[in-house]
């Protein structure tokens, strides 16, 4: 029991001072590192490097696009209505929702035999004035003829009573001769006055019969006309739309039956804002025709039309801006149809001694960065002439310099920047560096065989020890990182 005792007394004491002995060596340990990181100079932390991509700006001529949204409308709807009433005896196959009609085309037909009934009575009666007519002529030549009479038999009377008048001078005749030749010449004188009047009578009939036939001709063109206005066709190719007509319906008068669209005369409504505006007008304030790109989005396939800018619209409205009318130049074999949403490219007059750069390579108020001497950021200032999809068009840009396609929040004046080319030549630089190191550190490089001295790869002698001392060899500081790291 003693010697248990004793045994476990012994081995508290042998751990005690092995406690105290690692204690005691740690504390020296932890003491001689503080001192050498104090003592040891620290190396400067390498500066960063950030790779962008860049581009240089050269001055150019460039055509800016002006890109809006529009709607398409029909600039030539007819609507087709019943001029005659009636019963619809005939339909075109033609004559239904969406189906396509060529100019003069029948579509569908209205029961004639009313306006033909009107149209034979027309007729007759023309043909009733031209027979009055005929007989009016024949009483002005029965008239003339007989004026011509009475004015011969006025004409002897009157030299028959100058004769008497003569005689009775010279005391040949009695003066009751004289005043029974006065009556007779007083009674042709009063025929011719009628005969004329008959003529004149006579005349009048004529126009009167010629007015007759005038209205009987008119009548007659009217009743045609309605004959032919049963026949419903289409006045100029087109779509159908609205179709409402089936075979043995009654309309009325005036009733709309469908309508007609021409699709070679659609116009694209789309609205552009003031500033947009004013570089569509020429110097005078009017609006130039400028060509542009009508494009309908059909899933994956783009169905596109030319299109002219044609007129604006007569009131702006409070949104601002205004709204512009393009004619699309169409046959009429085309998809558009009216109240197609379409996109609309407006080619602009070019602009000269500009430069396109990307979208996100200046701020809003126009901030770019120029790469400068040193390969270190300065900030410009250039001015925004458009705005495009993907694109900026700037000028009083510093043409020959080179800028930073895309700006990031890392991005500042004086930091120094490398493009992808600079970067892959920098870490080759760095490379070649790391290996230079590690053959000073390993005392002069690899011998032949591809093992440095000291019989094991990678330069740690035999037995995977240090060199004497523990330290490492002269030049064996670890390598800095090579400068050019990417951001």
Do not use: C, W
Request: proline letters at 5%; a positive charge.
């Amino acid at each position: 029991m003693r010697f248990l005792l004793r045994s476990l007394v012994g081995t508290i004491i042998v751990l005690a001072l092995a406690a105290g002995v690692l204690s005691f060596g740690v504390s020296k340990f932890s003491a001689a590192r503080e001192k050498a990181a104090v003592e040891r100079p620290k190396r400067p932390a390498p500066e960063r490097v950030y790779t962008i991509r860049d581009m240089r700006l050269d001055p150019g001529t460039v055509t800016p696009v002006l890109t809006a949204f529009g709607t398409v409308e029909a600039s030539r709807i007819l609507e087709l209505r019943a001029a005659q009433p009636g019963r619809v005896i005939d339909i075109a196959e033609s004559f239904r929702e969406g189906a396509a009609v060529a100019k003069g085309s029948l579509l569908l037909r209205i029961d004639p035999a009313t306006t033909r009934s009107r149209e034979a009575d027309a007729e007759n009666s023309l043909a009733d004035a031209r027979s009055r007519e005929s007989q009016a002529v024949q009483a002005v030549a029965l008239a003339e003829a007989e004026l011509s009479a009475a004015q011969s038999q006025f004409n002897l009377r009157r030299d028959a009573l100058k004769r008497r008048v003569d005689l009775a001078n010279r005391g040949l005749a009695a003066k009751t001769a004289v005043e029974t030749d006065q009556l007779a010449l007083a009674s042709a004188e009063q025929s011719v006055i009628t005969r004329r009047q008959a003529l004149s009578n006579a005349r009048k009939q004529v126009e009167q019969a010629r007015l007759a036939i005038q209205r009987a001709s008119n009548t007659v063109s009217d009743t045609r006309r309605d004959v032919a206005d049963t026949a419903l066709r289409a006045p100029f190719a087109g779509v159908m739309t609205e179709a409402d007509a089936v075979l043995g319906r009654l309309v009325g008068t005036n009733e709309t039956l469908g309508r007609v669209i021409d699709l070679s005369a659609l116009e694209v409504a789309f609205r552009v804002s003031n500033a947009q505006f004013s570089r569509l007008l020429d110097e005078s304030g009017a609006l130039i025709p400028l060509r542009a790109t009508v494009t309908l989005s059909l899933g994956e396939r783009d169905i596109a039309a030319g299109a002219v800018l044609a007129r604006v619209a007569a009131i702006t409205g409070n949104a601002g801006g205004r709204t512009v009318y393009a004619t699309v130049l169409s046959d009429g074999n085309t998809p558009l149809r009216p109240g197609d949403f379409v996109s609309v490219a407006v080619t602009e007059r070019p602009l000269t001694q500009v430069a396109e750069i990307p979208a996100r390579a200046a701020t809003e108020d126009g901030l770019i960065y120029v790469i400068g001497e040193g390969n270190r950021l300065e900030e410009h200032r250039v001015r925004i002439l458009r705005r495009m999809e993907e694109t900026l068009i700037v000028g009083d840009a510093p043409f020959g310099e080179r800028i930073v396609t895309e700006l990031r929040p890392q991005l500042g004046p004086g930091i120094k920047v490398q493009n992808p080319e600079e970067a892959l030549v920098a870490q080759e630089e760095a490379k070649k560096k790391a290996a230079e190191r590690r053959a000073r550190r390993f005392g002069g490089g690899k011998p032949e065989g591809g093992k440095p001295e000291g019989g094991r790869p990678g330069g740690k002698p035999e037995g995977g020890k240090r060199p004497e001392g523990g330290k490492r060899p002269e030049g064996g500081e670890r390598p800095a990182k090579p400068a050019g790291a990417s951001g």
